[in-house]
């Protein structure tokens, strides 16, 4: 079945530390690709998607490029800023019909200034 | 600025009670998803509707779960009766079927406490 694995955490950086937070997917079919952000006490937040292979999505500085020959999504961004801890979900849908969403666990990412 | 909204954000309930959480989804939005969000499980999905028919409730124990639209302004997700398994953080989350965009808008969540 469909399904995502991301990177445990916590992951603890300094401030302008280089953050990669690995993705990877089992679907079958062409599957979208999203990562959400949740900060404590919120609900989740879209930060970027990618509806087919080789696009690049981007956000906030934040940027993850669909590979389908390696089936991952891996999130990454140059220079984190403490504004930026909190918990990041890869997930992946079915196509574009808006359907379910298949969440990896989350990996918690702390920057200290 | 258009939010998926939640009520209540806290409940705290003793073992065998009814619980009722309210969602109401973004003006215009044909589908809605419930969700739960437990430190062992994760986030799974629970049942999801769109123009207020239920498509997937797979998720949801048919025992005592049960998850309505009565109208296009509100989903409704019931517990009868309660555990203290039931405790998590419910989600609801809307989208429109057929904006380019594919998102789901996520409410702030119910955090459960079943005693």
């Known amino acids: 079945g469909d399904s995502v694995t991301q990177m445990e955490g916590p992951v603890t950086l300094s401030e302008e530390a280089f953050l990669t937070i690995n993705c990877t997917y089992t679907?079958?079919?062409?599957?979208?690709l999203f990562w959400y952000v949740q900060y404590p006490g919120e609900g989740l937040q879209l930060l970027l998607k990618a509806t087919k292979a080789d696009d690049k999505g981007s956000n906030k500085g934040f940027e993850a490029t669909y590979r389908k020959e390696t089936t991952s999504f891996h999130l990454e961004k140059g220079s984190v800023q403490v504004s930026d801890s909190a918990v990041y979900f890869c997930a992946l849908s079915r196509g574009s019909t808006l359907g379910r969403l298949y969440f990896g666990r989350g990996t918690q990412l702390t920057v200290w200034p | 600025d258009a939010r998926v909204t939640q009520t209540p954000r806290h409940k705290v309930t003793e073992m065998g009670q009814e619980v009722t959480m309210r969602c109401q989804p973004i003006l215009g939005h044909n589908t809605v998803f419930w969700y739960r969000q437990t430190m062992m499980q994760g986030l799974e999905l629970l049942a999801y509707?769109?123009?207020?028919?239920?498509?997937?409730d797979s998720g949801m124990p048919k025992d005592r779960f049960s998850a309505e639209m009565p109208d296009a302004t509100l989903a409704t997700l019931k517990i009868q009766p309660s555990e203290p398994r039931d405790s998590a953080v419910y989600f609801c989350?809307?989208?429109?079927?057929?904006?380019?965009?594919?998102?789901?808008?996520f409410g702030p969540g119910t955090r459960l406490t079943v005693l």
């Open positions: 679907a079958t079919g062409y599957p979208s």
């Open positions: 989350a809307s989208g429109l079927l057929g904006e380019s965009t594919d998102t789901q808008y």
């Open positions: 509707f769109r123009n207020r028919a239920p498509l997937d």
